[in-house]
Every structure is written in C-alpha cells, then in structure tokens.
C-alpha cells in the first residue's frame, strides 16, 4: 500500500483498486487510530481516528481531490506535499 502523504504524525496510503475496495478512498493511520475516508466528500466511514485528526484528513482531500481520483483511477502513485 504506496504511503501518498505525511503530516501531523497522520499516514495517507491507498491500496490497489479491487472490486471489492469501491468506492474509491483512502486509508489514513494516526498512531493506532485508522480510518477509510471517502474521496467524494473527505467525510471518514470506517474508523476510530479523532475529530481533530479526522478534519486534517479531510482538508487534504478537498485538497487534493482530483489528485487522488487520478491515481484510484490509473494506480499510478505519487507523493502529495503535506498540509499544514
């Protein structure tokens, strides 16, 4: 699972696509906190990451959003600047 970003102790990853891993998302891990987010709307839906956590996760993927999209889609993988 390619690691796409580093920020506030945060670890972005995204698998390779599967059918079974619709819809597209990614993984985020905070220590021993993990989370799926959505790439449509940021919001996570499976998980125990804190609030706090869960909205910098969000704002990196408003950020980067069609970024994201774009490597779901093509699996081809690439390292994000950090939000701040």
């Known amino acids: 699972m390619p690691v796409i970003s580093r920020f506030h102790g945060i670890v972005i990853k995204m698998y390779l696509r599967q059918k079974e891993h619709n819809p597209p998302h990614i993984h985020a891990i905070f ?3 993990v989370g799926m987010f959505s790439l ?5 839906y499976e ?3 804190p609030p706090k956590e869960q909205r910098l996760v969000k704002a990196f993927v408003l950020k980067y959003r069609e970024a994201l999209l774009m490597m779901w889609n093509t699996q081809q993988f690439s390292v994000l600047e950090p939000i701040e």
Do not use: H, R, T
Not at 40 to 44: A, F, L, Q, V
């Open 40 to 44: 449509s709307d940021g919001e996570m």
């Open 47 to 49: 998980g125990d990451i």
């Open 31 to 33: 220590g021993d906190y």
